[in-house]
């Protein structure tokens, strides 16, 4: 006998497509949490005076609710809000330091993730971004926040019962290692690997600490097919970087190995490796087969090049975003996250239960 949840895993169901995971009596999940990158911000740079990873402005949000642009890096929502969607939560995950935040939303989740940010604190510095260790600082403050609204058994509660996101890692590699050159300099592939799982595992305890027990960690994607790196480092034919992607799956699997440990050492932890490289390189590769006309490409602009400040409302855009893989040179769009997400719940969510 399995459970309803299960059973929906087993046959396959798209939820999306449906109505919200319905869960067995014993089972809460009452709020989601997102830290790190682009992938996941939801608004958090929209007020960094400084920095370029922004996007809170046309034709970013071509395709969010009411055509707003509202610091999500793509052209309409991005994996954190399909899934407290898929969860029965909320619509979307709001950021953190969105000035007209409701308790509300507080009480159900929010996004402290900042795009340009990475495991290694030179990217972060590098993008002018919230650093992981701010975004923990960040979780500290929004714990005092949640006391004061529900109180401390409620409050406690909810963090060691809710889902955390962990997405990280694609600054590093791409911007940081290979087109800054700095830590290129330092060290070779191997080590800058393990400079990254330092951070990573650094940052998973401190949440740790702070009452999390269901984080799942998104592996880092194929960043060598992303249009912007096939431009500049995939010559003529603009094919994958290669030694970009070597990095991507040297990292992934330090870091699917050292969870495993984390799980053996930390008590009630559920620390899930969620594999995303696969299945969006096969997107990638495999476009036509998702329905997709362009894998290689992104909607704005010449979709070679042009993400955050570059795409702006003086790009040329394409009619039908669902057409391409890519939204810009960096980013997914909306109907690949809704792929991805869902592949997601199929494979991992029984982890978290």
Not at 92 to 110: E, K, W
Not at 131 to 150: A, N, P
Not at 201 to 216: C, S
Request: glycine share 8%; proline share 5%; hydrophobic share 40%.
């Amino acid at each position: 006998m399995c459970t309803l949840l299960l059973c929906f895993m087993l046959l396959g169901v798209v939820f999306y497509t449906t109505h919200a995971i319905k869960f067995p009596p014993n089972v809460s999940l009452p709020a989601v949490f997102a830290f790190g990158d682009s992938i996941m911000d939801t608004g958090n740079n929209n007020n960094i005076m400084k920095t370029f990873a922004k996007c809170n402005f046309p034709p970013y949000g071509k395709d969010f609710k009411g055509g707003i642009p509202t610091g999500r890096f793509g052209n309409g929502k991005v994996p954190s809000d399909f899934l407290v969607e898929v969860l029965g939560i909320k619509e979307f995950l709001p950021a953190y330091l969105d000035p007209n935040i409701q308790p509300n939303d507080l009480i159900t989740g929010v996004c402290f993730a900042s795009g340009g940010t990475g495991y290694d604190p030179l990217t972060s510095q590098l993008a002018v971004a919230i650093s992981l260790s701010t975004q923990i600082e960040m979780f500290k403050e929004y714990i005092g926040k949640l006391k004061g609204l529900v109180g401390v058994d409620r409050a406690n509660f909810i963090i060691e019962n809710s889902i955390y996101l962990v997405v990280q890692g694609s600054n590093d590699i791409s911007n940081t290692y290979f087109l800054s050159h700095v830590r290129e300099l330092q060290y070779d592939v191997p080590a800058y690997a393990d400079l990254m799982l330092t951070g990573a595992m650094n940052f998973l305890k401190e949440i740790y600490k702070l009452g999390a027990r269901k984080i799942g960690v998104f592996s880092a994607p194929p960043i060598g097919c992303v249009p912007f790196q096939r431009t500049v480092a995939g010559g003529i034919e603009r094919e994958c970087a290669e030694k970009i992607n070597d990095l991507c799956k040297l990292f992934n699997t330090k870091l699917s190995r050292e969870l495993t440990s984390l799980n053996q050492n930390l008590i009630n932890s559920r620390m899930v490796y969620l594999d995303v490289y696969t299945p969006i390189l096969d997107i990638i590769v495999n476009y036509q087969n998702y329905g997709y006309k362009v894998g290689d490409k992104g909607c704005c602009g010449t979709g070679e090049v042009e993400a955050s400040v570059l795409c702006n409302q003086f790009s040329t855009t394409c009619e039908n975003a669902n057409d391409y893989v890519f939204w810009d040179s960096f980013h997914p769009t909306e109907s690949v996250y809704i792929k991805l997400v869902d592949s997601l719940i199929r494979k991992y969510m029984h982890q978290f239960l």
